[in-house]
């Protein structure tokens, strides 16, 4: 439901939004009824369930109450002929099965999903000898290869520990290869335009808009209606436990705000978990905001220096793999 309703009323307890009264529920019904018209012939019921829970607790948000509420509200005053060929695919009714190649079936399949030719530039920096063996090898060759100039989805199924997630590694690295060599070839001023600056009360921010669409098919988010493996997922990227560290001792990328974000040794800041609200505080004030008291820059001042040094005002910290750095608070 899209409105508070609460279990008890008592003087001690704290309620937001509206209270729930029939009214609002026969209002809940019939939008409902109106947005389902075109495929549900049920009549609608509404089933409550409400519980007290302790103030400090962790909110445990339901689907209709998510914050997806506002993409779904989006997507549905969006004629479905502006869907993009991935979205279309997701919310079909039907499944085209005609694309399915069962590898381990399909022989044929499989030799010609292992071509050379179809092999991806980058490669995640693992250990050679657990390295991909051939059907894992064969679905990224191919995912890659029939999603590499248009949209869509690729499914890849399998049983548990069968190597799904681990192969979600070389896909990644192969995003991140194909981004660089679309950077490489964007000089800075043609990828960022104009700064916009947001006042705030003591200080302000800001951020600079990007121009180019170099980045715009790059992206990556990892997500899941289990957002156990999700975070799992995210915090082993950056863990040193996920490369050959003997092999690439020199690996490092923004290693030390990486440490910030994760338990035991990391190489890079390559993921972050977020989703809920003490993941994305931890992002905030462990990464991206600077800690003064300890003096530790935060990533946004790391990044500030780096397109304009003349705004610091002392070097206060120095690493491994940082030269001196100041920060400026107020200018």
């Known amino acids: 439901m899209r409105y508070n ?96 190649e069962d590898m381990i079936a399909d022989r044929a399949h499989l030799c010609r999903s292992i071509d050379p030719a179809l092999m991806p530039m980058g490669r995640w920096p693992a250990k050679i000898q657990h390295g991909l063996y051939t059907a894992q090898a064969g679905a990224v060759n191919t995912t890659l290869t029939d999603l590499k100039n248009s949209a869509g989805i690729r499914g890849i199924n399998g049983p548990p520990g069968t190597g799904k997630t681990t192969l979600l590694l070389d896909i990644i690295a192969e995003v991140v290869v194909a981004r660089a060599q679309k950077l490489m070839q964007i000089s800075p001023d043609n990828l960022f335009g104009r700064y916009t600056k947001i006042e705030r009360e003591d200080s302000f921010s800001g951020y600079y808009e990007v121009i180019s669409d170099a980045l715009a ?52 800041t390559l993921s972050a978990p ?25 990533f946004q001042d790391l990044l500030c220096r780096s397109i304009n040094p003349r705004t610091m005002i002392k070097p206060i910290y120095t690493s491994k793999n940082l030269k001196p750095y100041g920060m400026n608070w107020k200018s």
């Open 5 to 100: 309703i609460p279990a008890v009323i008592d003087e001690e307890s704290e309620r937001k939004g509206p209270p729930v009264i029939p009214q609002y529920l026969q209002e809940e019904i019939k939008y409902l009824e109106k947005i389902t018209k075109d495929w549900n012939k049920t009549p609608i019921e509404i089933y409550v369930v409400a519980k007290e829970v302790p103030k400090d607790a962790e909110p445990d948000t339901s689907f209709l109450n998510s914050f997806y509420l506002n993409d779904l509200n989006t997507l549905i005053n969006i004629d479905r002929k502006h869907y993009g060929t991935a979205l279309n695919s997701y919310l079909s009714l039907t499944v085209d099965q005609l694309p399915r």
């Open 274 to 298: 977020l989703g809920n609200a003490q993941n994305r505080a931890n992002f905030k004030w462990k990464f991206w905001l600077s800690d003064v008291e300890n003096e530790m820059p935060g």
């Open 217 to 268: 098919d790059s992206g990556i988010v990892v997500a899941s209606n289990n957002n156990a493996a999700v975070e799992n997922i995210t915090k082993a990227l950056p863990s040193t436990d996920k490369i050959d560290a003997t092999e690439f001792k020199d690996a490092n990328y923004f290693a030390d705000y990486a440490q910030r974000l994760i338990d035991g040794e990391s190489w890079g």
